[in-house]
Protein backbone atom coordinates (compact mmCIF):
# COMPACT_ATOMS: atom_id res chain seq x y z
CA UNK A 1 0.00 0.00 0.00
CA UNK A 2 2.74 1.94 0.42
CA UNK A 3 1.75 3.65 3.32
CA UNK A 4 -0.84 6.30 1.54
CA UNK A 5 -3.53 5.01 3.36
CA UNK A 6 -5.35 8.29 4.79
CA UNK A 7 -7.62 8.84 8.01
CA UNK A 8 -9.41 11.92 8.23
CA UNK A 9 -7.07 13.60 10.88
CA UNK A 10 -4.62 13.20 8.30
CA UNK A 11 -6.94 14.44 5.96
CA UNK A 12 -8.10 17.53 7.71
CA UNK A 13 -4.39 18.43 8.19
CA UNK A 14 -3.44 17.94 4.45
CA UNK A 15 -6.66 19.84 3.55
CA UNK A 16 -5.54 23.10 5.94
CA UNK A 17 -2.03 22.62 4.86
CA UNK A 18 -2.97 22.88 1.60
CA UNK A 19 -5.14 26.03 1.93
CA UNK A 20 -2.33 27.97 3.70
CA UNK A 21 -0.10 27.30 1.02
CA UNK A 22 -2.69 28.62 -1.40
CA UNK A 23 -3.60 31.76 0.46
CA UNK A 24 0.20 32.72 1.26
CA UNK A 25 0.93 32.36 -2.74
CA UNK A 26 -2.18 34.57 -3.54
CA UNK A 27 -0.63 37.03 -0.82
CA UNK A 28 2.41 37.10 -2.00
CA UNK A 29 1.71 37.08 -5.80
CA UNK A 30 -0.06 40.29 -4.93
CA UNK A 31 2.52 42.04 -2.84
CA UNK A 32 5.71 40.72 -3.58
CA UNK A 33 7.79 43.74 -1.96
CA UNK A 34 6.34 43.61 1.11
CA UNK A 35 6.67 39.87 1.44
CA UNK A 36 9.86 39.85 0.65
CA UNK A 37 10.66 42.20 3.67
CA UNK A 38 8.45 40.65 5.59
CA UNK A 39 10.24 37.34 5.06
CA UNK A 40 13.45 38.59 5.38
CA UNK A 41 12.70 40.56 8.40
CA UNK A 42 10.74 37.47 10.06
CA UNK A 43 14.24 35.60 9.29
CA UNK A 44 16.13 38.35 11.38
CA UNK A 45 13.94 38.66 13.93
CA UNK A 46 13.82 34.53 14.69
CA UNK A 47 17.97 34.33 14.43
CA UNK A 48 18.46 37.17 16.81
CA UNK A 49 16.20 36.01 19.36
CA UNK A 50 17.63 32.63 18.81
CA UNK A 51 21.03 33.64 18.67
CA UNK A 52 20.44 35.93 21.90
CA UNK A 53 19.16 32.78 23.67
CA UNK A 54 21.63 30.65 22.82
CA UNK A 55 24.03 33.65 24.11
CA UNK A 56 21.53 33.97 27.47
CA UNK A 57 21.92 30.30 28.35
CA UNK A 58 25.79 30.14 27.50
CA UNK A 59 26.43 32.75 30.20
CA UNK A 60 24.14 31.67 32.81
CA UNK A 61 25.11 28.18 32.72
CA UNK A 62 28.19 28.41 30.96
CA UNK A 63 30.26 26.46 34.59
CA UNK A 64 27.53 23.80 33.95
CA UNK A 65 29.05 20.33 32.08
CA UNK A 66 26.45 19.74 30.48
CA UNK A 67 26.42 22.87 28.44
CA UNK A 68 27.56 22.30 24.75
CA UNK A 69 30.91 24.22 23.50
CA UNK A 70 29.24 24.65 20.72
CA UNK A 71 26.44 27.24 22.76
CA UNK A 72 28.53 30.06 22.36
CA UNK A 73 29.51 29.87 18.92
CA UNK A 74 25.88 28.73 17.72
CA UNK A 75 24.22 31.98 19.76
CA UNK A 76 27.14 34.37 17.90
CA UNK A 77 26.78 32.92 14.44
CA UNK A 78 22.41 33.25 14.70
CA UNK A 79 22.88 36.84 16.50
CA UNK A 80 24.99 38.09 13.75
CA UNK A 81 22.56 36.27 11.03
CA UNK A 82 19.85 37.81 12.42
CA UNK A 83 21.81 41.38 12.46
CA UNK A 84 22.47 40.75 9.02
CA UNK A 85 19.19 39.91 8.24
CA UNK A 86 17.60 43.18 9.62
CA UNK A 87 20.53 45.75 8.79
CA UNK A 88 21.00 44.51 5.07
CA UNK A 89 18.22 42.96 3.77
CA UNK A 90 18.93 43.47 0.23
CA UNK A 91 21.67 41.18 0.24
CA UNK A 92 19.46 38.36 1.89
CA UNK A 93 16.96 39.14 -0.53
CA UNK A 94 19.49 38.09 -3.29
CA UNK A 95 19.61 35.31 -1.81
CA UNK A 96 15.78 34.30 -1.76
CA UNK A 97 15.39 32.84 -5.16
CA UNK A 98 17.97 30.55 -4.76
CA UNK A 99 16.17 28.99 -1.71
CA UNK A 100 12.59 29.13 -3.47
CA UNK A 101 14.43 27.36 -6.24
CA UNK A 102 15.46 24.45 -4.10
CA UNK A 103 12.26 24.59 -1.75
CA UNK A 104 10.69 24.15 -5.44
CA UNK A 105 13.07 21.40 -6.62
CA UNK A 106 12.16 19.57 -3.66
CA UNK A 107 8.41 19.90 -3.28
CA UNK A 108 7.91 19.20 -6.71
CA UNK A 109 10.09 15.79 -6.70
CA UNK A 110 7.76 14.84 -3.71
CA UNK A 111 4.61 15.87 -5.60
CA UNK A 112 6.03 13.94 -8.85
CA UNK A 113 6.63 11.35 -6.97
CA UNK A 114 3.02 11.90 -5.58
CA UNK A 115 1.49 11.30 -9.22
CA UNK A 116 3.52 8.18 -9.86
CA UNK A 117 1.26 6.55 -7.21
CA UNK A 118 -1.54 8.08 -9.10
CA UNK A 119 -0.82 5.84 -11.76
CA UNK A 120 0.53 2.77 -9.58
CA UNK A 121 -3.28 3.13 -8.13
CA UNK A 122 -5.21 3.05 -11.26
CA UNK A 123 -5.92 6.92 -12.00
CA UNK A 124 -6.44 7.02 -15.92
CA UNK A 125 -4.88 11.06 -15.97
CA UNK A 126 -2.15 10.50 -13.56
CA UNK A 127 0.25 12.38 -16.42
CA UNK A 128 -2.34 15.51 -16.37
CA UNK A 129 -1.81 15.11 -12.60
CA UNK A 130 2.05 15.38 -13.23
CA UNK A 131 2.21 18.18 -15.61
CA UNK A 132 1.78 20.57 -11.82
CA UNK A 133 4.98 18.98 -10.43
CA UNK A 134 6.81 19.43 -13.96
CA UNK A 135 6.17 22.78 -14.32
CA UNK A 136 6.99 23.10 -10.45
CA UNK A 137 10.16 21.67 -11.09
CA UNK A 138 10.72 23.91 -13.51
CA UNK A 139 10.31 26.88 -11.93
CA UNK A 140 12.94 25.83 -9.21
CA UNK A 141 15.54 24.92 -11.56
CA UNK A 142 15.12 29.03 -13.32
CA UNK A 143 15.58 30.21 -10.03
CA UNK A 144 18.59 28.04 -9.11
CA UNK A 145 19.59 28.64 -12.23
CA UNK A 146 19.07 32.62 -12.10
CA UNK A 147 19.26 33.40 -8.54
CA UNK A 148 19.76 37.36 -8.58
CA UNK A 149 17.06 38.03 -11.06
CA UNK A 150 14.62 40.91 -9.95
CA UNK A 151 13.31 40.05 -6.29
CA UNK A 152 9.51 41.28 -7.07
CA UNK A 153 9.21 39.13 -10.14
CA UNK A 154 10.38 35.91 -8.84
CA UNK A 155 8.21 36.62 -5.67
CA UNK A 156 5.38 36.97 -7.78
CA UNK A 157 6.01 34.02 -9.75
CA UNK A 158 6.94 32.19 -6.01
CA UNK A 159 2.95 33.31 -4.70
CA UNK A 160 1.76 32.24 -8.12
CA UNK A 161 3.30 28.26 -8.05
CA UNK A 162 2.94 28.12 -4.10
CA UNK A 163 -1.11 28.80 -4.81
CA UNK A 164 -0.64 26.54 -7.65
CA UNK A 165 0.44 24.07 -5.11
CA UNK A 166 -1.80 24.27 -2.75
CA UNK A 167 -4.87 23.76 -4.86
CA UNK A 168 -2.93 20.84 -6.42
CA UNK A 169 -2.77 19.61 -2.93
CA UNK A 170 -6.43 19.40 -2.33
CA UNK A 171 -6.53 17.61 -5.79
CA UNK A 172 -4.05 14.77 -4.42
CA UNK A 173 -5.20 14.66 -1.46
CA UNK A 174 -8.79 13.79 -2.12
CA UNK A 175 -8.15 11.50 -5.20
CA UNK A 176 -5.79 9.49 -2.85
CA UNK A 177 -8.23 9.15 -0.03
CA UNK A 178 -10.74 8.02 -2.28
CA UNK A 179 -8.72 5.44 -4.34
CA UNK A 180 -7.80 4.21 -0.24
CA UNK A 181 -11.12 4.46 0.45
CA UNK A 182 -13.58 2.71 -2.75
Request: charged residues 15%; proline residues 3%; contains cysteine.
Amino acid sequence: DGGLAMNRKELISQLLSAVVYTALGFVVTLNPGASANLICSVMGVCALAYGAFCLLFYFIRRHDDNVSRFTLPVGIAFAALGAFCLIAPEIILSVIPLIFGIILLIDGAGKLGRAFELRRLGFARWGMVAAVPMAILVFGVMFVAQPYSAIEGVMRIFGAVLAADGLIEVYFTFRIYRLHNQ
